[in-house]
């Protein structure tokens, strides 16, 4: 089969991103601007929705991109791009990119769904199988996926409320800790003992998830502590939520790899980069000795745009095609 | 303004209130919600959803900032969290000026400049576990008749 070459743009959050992907599973080149080096250069604030900035960086970074891999378009096979999920503002951007692109030189328009990209990330690093299931954590999901075969994905767990990152960030921000929490409450939980009790929540679909109330039994849990003028050991509460946040993770994943006796399972995403995840998933997967599993290298767990390119590669197979008119859309379904 | 209060005692009665409001809505509205991190906002915006004939499951929007779902009138579910120090438009004006659906805001203080002159402000206080105080605040005299139905 003749080599698929891809240009994959991503600017659904922070990071604006473009990225030139071969069949798949190969990085040509892979270029990130992350906003948080911008954000230090003015002592700390994050104005987290700079779509501003996405409209300075891009053509730099898409030019660096093509640049890198020392292609011309012509060479190229296709542009896909990041419609949704994502801050509205910052999809519009690598939106209008990839279009102004694609009728320039008469190329075929990829959408691809950002959830399926950081799955399809795993193809960087092995081989991936299927039936596959698939935990895709980050500060904006909390996500149970099932694929049956290559690029069919159905959500069989979802967060009913808070996505797991957010969680951690919001923990964070009421412990004092910096942004974005995730990694400090990591650090921080390394260090102390999970003492304090935490509820477990149940959700309707036991394969779904809920946040929100550990979040508020965080809180209450300090208020009560503060009430009774008792210290508040800040490892500790670190330690016991991310116990509490991470075991109900792993009691949805056990469920469904029973349930749905896949041959494979990845984890993906921001929060796929937590130290404690990353040991759960190691020690839990023994049991599981007909399924391989996958922890990507931290590098593939944030967002980047060769994971656009390694899941618009699928896409493509598939004659997944965008019109001239197609918009953001920032709550797209799978 | 007029000031009313309300208190409900579980996870479950707050989503029946907020239901209630959906239900009774025919035409769009501004909803500010004030509330601490756990206090009930997004509690509170599922029941009203239902109410709006949403099926879909409303959640958390701080990360994306802004959802909108679709039933009996389109929901516009704004949450500013993520907004503190960000003073650059975002192009919200259109789901809140001259909107067609009801326009939900969570932490308003960080787009103050956004809220109408006409609006229902809801205060979700937390009292101990599940129980919520709540204040409800009617801007303007469309808004109070809503209320009174409501309430």
């Known amino acids: 089969m003749k080599d698929v070459y891809l240009l994959a743009i991503e600017s659904s959050c922070d990071e604006t991103a473009a990225s030139v992907v071969k069949n798949g599973n190969e990085i040509i080149s892979n270029v990130v601007s992350s906003q948080i080096d911008v954000h230090s250069q003015f002592g700390g604030v994050i104005p987290e929705v700079a779509s501003r900035i996405h409209v300075e960086n891009i053509s730099l970074v898409i030019e660096k991109a093509m640049k890198d891999a020392n292609m011309e378009y012509s060479a190229l096979d296709g542009i896909c791009f990041t419609q949704g999920p994502g801050l509205i503002g910052s999809l519009h951007v690598g939106v209008q990119a990839a279009k102004t692109l694609a009728f320039a030189h008469h190329l075929p328009l990829i959408p691809v769904h950002h959830i399926t990209g950081h799955i399809y990330a795993n193809a960087f690093v092995d081989e991936i199988k299927f039936p596959l299931l698939a935990l895709v954590v980050s500060g904006g999901h909390t996500e149970l996926v099932y694929m049956k075969e290559d690029y069919s994905f159905e959500v069989v767990g979802t967060t009913q409320d808070d996505a797991i990152g957010e969680a951690y960030d919001k923990v964070a921000r009421v412990l004092g800790l910096p942004y974005p929490g995730g990694p400090q409450i990591d650090r921080l939980a390394k260090t102390g ?12 679909n036991e394969l779904d998830f809920s946040f929100s109330g550990l979040k508020s039994a965080v809180i209450q849990s300090m208020d009560r502590l503060k009430r009774r003028n008792e210290e508040m ?27 749905y006796q896949p041959v494979h399972f990845v984890i993906a995403g921001g929060v796929a980069a937590n130290s404690r995840l990353r040991e759960l998933v190691t020690e839990n997967m023994k049991k599981y000795s007909n399924i391989s599993y996958t922890i990507p290298p931290l590098w593939c767990c944030t967002d980047n745009a060769a994971m656009i390119g390694a899941s618009g590669y699928h896409a493509y197979l598939k004659e997944i095609r965008a019109n001239e008119d197609v918009g953001a859309n920032p709550s797209l379904q799978m | 303004m007029k000031k009313y209060t309300v208190e409900t005692n579980s ?47 409303v ?4 990360f994306t900032i802004f959802k909108i779902y679709y039933g009996r009138l389109p929901l516009y579910h704004i949450d500013a969290y993520r907004l503190e120090g960000v003073s650059q438009d975002l192009g919200f004006e259109e789901y809140i000026e001259d909107s067609d659906g009801v326009c939900v805001i969570e932490w308003p203080m960080y787009v103050q400049d956004l809220i109408p002159e006409e609006y229902l402000e809801i205060e979700l206080l937390h009292q101990e576990e599940e129980k919520r105080l709540m204040h409800v605040y009617a801007h303007g005299t469309a808004i109070e008749k809503i209320v009174e139905e409501w309430l």
């Open chain 2, 11 to 57: 996870r479950k009665e707050t989503q029946e209130l907020a239901y209630k409001l959906g239900n009774l809505l025919n035409d769009p509205l501004v909803i500010i919600m004030r509330g601490d991190l756990g206090a009930g906002k997004t509690t509170f915006t599922q029941g009203l959803a239902k109410g709006l004939d949403i099926t879909q499951n």
């Open chain 1, 233 to 259: 050991i800040p490892a500790n509460m670190a330690a016991s939520f991310q116990e509490a946040a991470l075991g109900q993770l792993w009691n949805r994943v056990d469920k469904a790899l029973e349930l």
């Open chain 2, 59 to 62: 959640n958390s929007p701080t």
């Open chain 1, 193 to 204: 003992e999970a003492t304090y009790p935490l509820p477990k929540p149940k959700t309707e």
